[in-house]
Each structure stands twice: as structure tokens, then as C-alpha cells.
């Protein structure tokens, strides 16, 4: 790689996440993760980057909670993952939304299973209905929107419980092109503004490089970390000049003759 494209550096401080020799075999004997160790540095977005197949969703699910590992050991902030975990909130490739509930019941369900008062819960939906550009919708139902749409309520459901990993599979994968562009430059906006950590499954490179602090390269499976990459990009100023930018470009281009040996 160039050397305008940083490798992976000491982090500064402990990780919010922090992946400790995981390995996941399933029932039947698929053996999906190696003894993968990687740490994820809190209030940074890093990308899960890798070939199909390889494991990327199985381990966002291993820190969600939501799925078993066979052996090693996830941290969040320090402290061991047992399950699922108010600390963390996932955004789903399927947008997930309960179709019999208006836009503030879908956003506003975590809180409600936490038994928030109804006004509390209702005054926090709506800060994040308005942040992620749905003000004027809070009463519309999931068959009512578009795809984009419905995926910015999955969106602002995640946040509205105020965790402090969002861990986001593929989020952006069921819009088209145009839509999936705005949606990555109002992810720069958000993790800049909310300052959380953000664990990012992606298949496109290109996205990866766009809005990712740091990106973990899985290789194929048993999947184990080929190489952890810090795009040395500058974010500031003009969100559509940093795909004009040298750097961005000669790191999609790196990261693709990394991964291509894998598709042989």
C-alpha cells in the first residue's frame, strides 16, 4: 500500500470493543471465524470489510449478543458480552420496523420496552425523527414509505436509546444508488455529531473507504483478520470532493488488489 494509507496504529486509549480471540463454528461443522482479535476504538466508525460469505454478519451478531460464539471472548468497555445489552443497538439490513406501528411507535419501541413514560419516549422519538430528515412523518406507517425512508427510521430507533455502540449490517444495501450516496454523507454528519462507536458491515470497498475511520479486512472463510487499514482521508469540507481525492482513490484501489486473491 502507498504510503499516504495508514496501516493499522497503536490505539491511543482502550477500545470501546474489543474482540479477543473469537472463533465460531456452527452446528453441522462450518467453521465460519479463526481466532479473530481486533479491537474497535470508541467514538470512530470501522468497517467489517471482506469477501462474500466470510463472516462479517456473524461477527456484528457475536457483539450484538445476538448469536453465540464457540470459543474466545467480546468486551464492551471492558466488560464481558453474555447477550444482547442496552450498551449496544443494531441496525438491520431489513429494516426490522413492526408494520402495524406508526414511525414514533417504531422509534420510540426500545424506550418503550424500558418502560419510558409515553411523553418522554414520544419527545425523544421526535429529535431523532427530525435528525435523520422525517419531520412531518411521525404518523405514517412502514407500507407508506420508501425503502430509504423506512431505513432512516431503523436508523433512528438505534439512537434513540442512546447506546453507545450502533452496530449497523449492510444498512444502506436495499436503496438504490442515489439514496445509499446521501445516506453515507449523513452518516459522516452523525458519527461526527453523536461521537459513538460505530461497527459497519459493507461489501462495497468504495463505501468502506468513504466513511470509515479504520476497516477491518476479513479474508475468506474460517475468516481471520488479513489486515486492518486507517484511510488517511480528511472528512472536512466538501462531503463529495473526498471521492475526488487521490488518497481515497489509491486506498479503494490497494484495498481491492488485497481482496481480489480471495476470489480466485
Not at 17 to 42: C, E, N
Not at 133 to 142: C, H, R, S, T
Not at 165 to 187: C, G, I, N, Y
Not at 202 to 223: F, G, Q
Request: net charge negative; proline share 6%; with cysteine.
Amino acid at each position: 500500500m502507498t504510503a499516504a494509507i495508514a496501516r493499522e496504529t497503536t490505539p491511543a486509549s482502550e477500545p470501546m470493543v474489543a474482540v479477543r480471540g473469537v472463533t465460531k463454528i456452527y452446528p453441522g461443522g462450518v467453521h465460519a471465524l479463526d481466532d479473530i482479535s481486533v479491537d474497535f476504538p470508541r467514538g470512530k466508525l470501522t468497517s467489517l470489510l471482506g469477501p462474500s460469505g466470510c463472516g462479517k454478519t456473524t461477527l456484528l451478531k457475536i457483539i450484538a449478543g445476538l448469536l453465540p460464539l464457540t470459543s474466545g471472548e467480546v468486551l464492551i468497555d471492558g466488560r464481558t458480552v453474555t447477550g444482547p445489552g442496552p450498551e449496544r443497538a443494531f441496525v438491520f439490513q431489513d429494516f426490522a420496523l413492526m408494520p402495524w406501528a406508526t414511525v414514533i411507535r417504531n422509534v420510540a419501541f426500545g424506550l418503550e420496552l424500558r418502560g419510558v413514560a409515553k411523553a418522554e419516549r414520544e419527545e425523544v422519538a421526535r429529535r431523532y425523527i427530525r435528525q435523520v430528515g422525517l419531520a412531518g412523518f411521525e404518523e405514517k406507517f412502514p407500507h407508506e414509505l420508501s425503502g430509504g425512508m423506512r431505513q432512516r427510521v431503523g436508523l433512528a430507533r438505534a439512537l434513540s436509546v442512546n447506546a453507545e455502540v450502533l452496530l449497523m449490517d449492510e444498512p444502506f444495501s436495499a436503496v438504490d444508488e442515489q439514496t445509499r450516496r446521501k445516506f453515507q454523507e449523513d452518516l459522516l454528519d452523525l458519527v461526527a455529531r453523536e461521537r459513538k462507536t460505530f461497527i459497519f458491515v459493507t461489501h462495497s470497498i468504495e463505501e468502506a473507504v468513504y466513511v470509515s475511520d479504520r476497516i477491518v479486512l476479513l479474508s475468506r472463510r474460517p475468516s481471520s483478520v488479513a489486515e486492518v487499514i486507517e484511510p488517511a482521508i480528511s472528512r472536512a469540507g466538501d462531503p463529495d470532493a473526498i471521492r475526488r481525492d487521490p488518497v481515497y482513490l489509491d486506498t479503494v484501489d490497494a484495498i481491492w488488489q488485497s481482496l481480489k486473491h480471495y476470489l480466485d
